[in-house]
T-cell receptor
Framework: QQQVKQSPQSLIVQKGGISIINCAYE??????FPWYQQFPGKGPALLIA?????SEKKEGRFTISFNKSAKQFSLHIMDSQPGDSATYFC???????????FGKGTMLLVSP | DGGITQSPKYLFRKEGQNVTLSCEQN?????MYWYRQDPGQGLRLIYY???????QKGDIAEGYSVSREKKESFPLTVTSAQKNPTAFYLC???????????????FGPGTRLTVL
């Protein structure tokens, strides 16, 4: 049973546009929601993470929006650049107790 | 430099052979993990270890084995019982606080295993 559903599977955005990737979870015990960025042939790297005590977290051009009642969270990439072209994974866990459960990933292509 | 190393980067094996993938970390992390990545499938947890000489099965442990004899090392053996072993394998580590896992996982560069 997939506990974290991620969409879309792939996304093409023009340079300067906004990229939006969505995730939904089922387990109400989850309280840590990170996003990882992976370039081809490399391991994923933590991009940004949020906990349910806030509804939004921003780091540079990257923003996580969190909706606890809907059990959804999303990644927004403002002013998308070709260098942002990568695969993005959302994940969730119960802080301190469980391992991360990952979404299936979104392949983002930012066209020049 | 602190980090996680995985070797080799590419590995080719004949069907029916066991193969061991290496993972070493110098981050002084207690917890280590192995994931398998297939196209369109995300990252699936194979095994994880919170402390030396102890490890737990993840979601897809069948056909795999691990050991944790040293804090820095967590090798993964892909056995001949694994029906479809060709994949990209990722090792990760994280800290612990007492008996609790800390949240951020740091990943190695991965090993691409191809079984011919």
């Amino acid at each position: 049973q997939q506990q974290v559903k991620q969409s879309p599977q792939s996304l093409i955005v023009q340079k300067g546009g906004i990229s939006i990737i969505n995730c939904a979870y089922e387990n109400t015990a989850f309280d840590y929601f990170p996003w990882y960025q992976q370039f081809p042939g490399k391991g994923p790297a933590l991009l940004i993470a949020i906990r349910p005590d806030v509804s939004e977290k921003k780091e540079g051009r990257f923003t996580i929006s969190f909706n606890k009642s809907a059990k959804q969270f999303s990644l927004h990439i403002m002013d998308s650049q070709p260098g942002d072209s990568a695969t993005y994974f959302c994940a969730a866990s119960t802080s301190g107790y469980s391992t991360l459960t990952f979404g299936k990933g979104t392949m983002l292509l930012v066209s020049p | 430099d602190g980090g996680i190393t995985q070797s080799p980067k590419y590995l080719f094996r004949k069907e029916g052979q066991n193969v061991t993938l290496s993972c070493e970390q110098n981050l002084n992390h207690d917890a280590m993990y192995w994931y398998r990545q297939d196209p369109g499938q995300g990252l699936r947890l194979i095994y994880y270890s919170q402390i030396v000489n102890d490890f737990q099965k993840g979601d897809i442990a069948e056909g795999y084995s691990v050991s944790r004899e040293k804090k820095e090392s967590f090798p993964l053996t892909v056995t001949s019982a694994q029906k479809n072993p060709t994949a990209f394998y990722l090792c990760a580590s994280s800290g612990t606080s007492g008996r609790y896992l800390t949240d951020t996982q740091y990943f190695g560069p991965g090993t691409r295993l191809t079984v011919l």
